[in-house]
Each structure stands twice: as structure tokens, then as C-alpha cells.
């Protein structure tokens, strides 16, 4: 990886509402690093998991090194169907 932070994705209450995770995550590659923490954390349970499930999918297609931090455990299946996902489940 050529750089520390390839982009910075929005907490602020105007990206969690999804105006912050659109044109962030739009120029990522297999040189980026992108890191989201409770992504969709501001919606349901259903929305923002769907959500970071979306997200997530579509930076392994591209190959971007992704560390997601949630609650949201059945984000956990995506390591299931994509060789290039890793997970770490750390409960208590």
C-alpha cells in the first residue's frame, strides 16, 4: 500500500443517514485501505446490515484491505463466500 488513508468515510449524523458512504468508497482499489467502524450503525438492524453487507461486498470485489468493526454477526457469512474475507469475532 502506497498510502496510510486512501479516503475517510463520514460519522457524522449526515453519513449515517447515507450521504457519506457513496463518493468515499467510489475511487477504492486494491491499494486502499479502508476502515468502518459500526458502518449503517444509525438505522435498523436489517438497513445497516444490509448496508454494510453492500459496502463490504462490493470493496472485496475490488480488492480493497477492509477492516469493518460491528455487532451485527451475521456479517460474519461473508467470510463464507469470499476467499479474500477474514474474520475476527471477539466476544464478552
Known sequence: ???????MVSTDERG?????????????GADSLVLLDELGSGTSLEEGGALAWA??????????????VTHTLFLTRLATLYPNVTKYVKLG
Open 16 to 28: 449515517r443517514r447515507g450521504g457519506g458512504s457513496g463518493g468515499e468508497l467510489a475511487g477504492a
Open 1 to 7: 500500500m502506497n498510502e496510510v488513508a486512501h479516503m
Open 55 to 68: 459496502v463490504v461486498e462490493a470493496l472485496s470485489h475490488v480488492g480493497a484491505t477492509t477492516i469493518l
